[in-house]
């Protein structure tokens, strides 16, 4: 038998969905600033104390972090996209 999807599990499927995308959007827009200040920040790091090589590596370190967390939003999001879509093609089905 197969289980009845209700409205409400797909609007929470949907807000699942919504939270993950804006996740996504986040980690990538924290990641583009970070790239887009790197000399910013590399100067910073020089003037805490880090010489050149250290301070480079450790904006690399920075914008690894960021790529990683982008990474991670982007893969929930593809699972709540397919979590989403198979509730959503399920509950068409039973309301037909």
């Known amino acids: 038998m197969k289980k009845i ?26 990641w583009a600033i970070a790239i887009n200040s790197k000399a910013d920040i590399i ?10 090589s250290r301070a480079q590596a450790s904006f690399s370190d920075l914008t690894n972090g960021h790529s990683d967390s982008y990474r991670k939003a982007l893969e929930d999001l593809d699972i709540k996209s397919k979590c989403l879509g198979q509730l959503l093609k399920q509950y068409k089905a039973q309301t037909k």
């Open 43 to 52: 100067m910073d790091f020089q003037l805490n104390g880090q010489n050149v």
């Open 5 to 30: 999807i209700k409205l409400e599990e797909l609007e929470a499927a949907k807000t699942e969905w919504l939270v993950a995308r804006d996740k996504a959007i986040n980690e990538h827009q924290a």
